[in-house]
């Protein structure tokens, strides 16, 4: 090992290995050939190593927990190792690292912040003393399709976790992230009846006629002042345009800040109901992931890492984020801190990039983490 065990050049080829095997979502024999190499870098270390089949089509879910301090509620990292690019995607975005940048499909999202806390726990593994805290690991195959697979895995170890670390990019040059959005999608199913367009028009009900109703009532839930968000994404309808619909459907994205803003927004959704006689309207959906809520158990764990950060040279600051992560799952029961991940851009494109000076002070912030909190 190198004098200085946090080296940029060390850990951006292990960034590198990772960011080398694609793993799309849907693509769990990928997922699992990157669990393969994940796992094979514990082998030498005081650990034991849990792999949870896949199923509905994603790939394993890795647990690497520490081999002291597992009785009593310690350390949960979570990242995945799951990312948005499809098979390929390397041939046009390959790894290479030009002008301080890193480039890579995932390389942000989230495989460099992944790899630092895995780093970091090596040298933990590599220091005469042990943390007081026991460390797990949960590495997910799913997190960028909403976590169906994961989210009960997640749950159960962040209720037993004193603190979670999320290891999802850093915002905004270098921001951590202290609350999330919570995010909520919907089907939207409308049924008419045909008739002649042309001749018979009055014998009909358009169900794409009051799929237009439906989606002015979403758009009027619409509220930015209050952080609450309605979109309409996806709409089909009809077959033929001298045809009065008979079918129309939408798929709808929901986000809030609060749990209040929850209980009141989502039964609404849920309760639309036609305008139209002889049309009708069935809604089907939930919550996906509750909204992180900086509580004060969070903003103590955020002071916390704000005055590491200051010893190791560093201002540490936090951000409020429109998206979901899997740190939506345990911050209403658990102390959370998010977006502790590598420094980057252009997360799910093809120019998402890591910034190389990110990675020391990021990786050093992960290990005082680990070492410290009690």
């Known amino acids: 090992m190198s004098s200085n065990p946090f080296g940029t050049a060390t850990i951006l080829d292990g960034i590198r290995r990772w960011v080398e095997i694609e793993s799309p979502t849907d693509r769990p024999d990928q997922v699992n050939k990157l669990a393969d190499l994940v796992a094979a870098g514990y082998r030498d270390l005081s650990v034991t190593i849990e792999r949870v089949a896949g199923r509905d089509g994603c790939g394993d879910h890795l647990v690497a927990r520490?081999?002291?301090?597992?009785?009593?509620?310690?350390?949960?990292?979570?990242?995945?190792?799951?990312?948005?690019?499809?098979?390929?995607?390397?041939?046009?975005?390959?790894?290479?690292?030009?002008?301080?940048?890193?480039?890579?499909?995932?390389?942000?999202?989230?495989?460099?912040?992944?790899?630092?806390?895995?780093?970091a726990f090596?040298?933990?593994c590599a220091d005469d003393v042990r943390p007081p805290l026991g460390i797990t690991h949960i590495y997910v195959s799913d997190e960028e399709i909403g976590s169906p697979t994961s989210r009960a895995l997640i749950e159960a170890e962040g209720r037993k976790a004193k603190y979670v670390l999320v290891t999802e990019p850093a915002r905004n040059g270098g921001r951590i992230v202290t609350g999330r959005k919570g995010v909520a999608r919907f089907d939207v199913f409308v049924s008419g009846s045909p008739a002649h367009a042309g001749t018979r028009p009055e014998d009909g009900c358009?169900?794409?006629?009051?799929?237009?109703?439906?989606?002015?009532?979403?758009?009027?839930?619409?509220?930015?002042?209050?952080?609450?968000?309605?979109?309409?994404?996806?709409?089909?309808?009809?077959?033929?345009?001298?045809?009065?619909?008979?079918?129309a459907y939408a798929e709808v994205d929901m986000r809030v800040p609060t749990m209040a803003d929850a209980d009141e927004l989502v039964p609404k959704v849920l309760g639309i109901i036609s305008?139209?006689?002889?049309?009708?309207v069935k809604v089907r959906g939930e919550l996906k992931r509750p909204p992180y809520e900086k509580s004060n158990a969070g903003a103590a764990l955020y002071e916390h890492a704000k005055e590491i950060a200051a010893e190791l040279g560093f201002k540490l600051l936090d951000v409020f984020s429109g998206g979901g992560s899997d740190g939506n799952f345990t911050a209403p029961h658990t102390a959370t801190l998010d977006g502790l991940g590598v420094d980057g851009k252009g997360a799910h494109t093809y120019y998402e990039q890591l910034y190389v000076s990110s990675i020391e002070p990021r990786a050093r912030l992960l290990y005082r983490l680990y070492q410290t909190l009690r």
């Open 206 to 247: 358009s169900a794409i006629r009051e799929l237009g109703n439906v989606i002015q009532t979403l758009e009027a839930m619409n509220d930015l002042k209050r952080g609450v968000t309605v979109n309409v994404g996806v709409v089909r309808g009809g077959t033929r345009p001298n045809v009065i619909a008979e079918e």
């Open 66 to 119: 520490s081999s002291w301090g597992q009785g009593i509620p310690g350390i949960l990292v979570l990242s995945h190792l799951d990312t948005v690019h499809p098979m390929g995607f390397i041939e046009r975005l390959p790894f290479k690292v030009e002008g301080g940048r890193a480039f890579g499909p995932g390389i942000y999202d989230m495989k460099g912040g992944a790899y630092l806390a895995y780093h």
């Open 122 to 124: 090596r040298q933990i």
């Open 275 to 280: 305008r139209t006689k002889g049309v009708r």
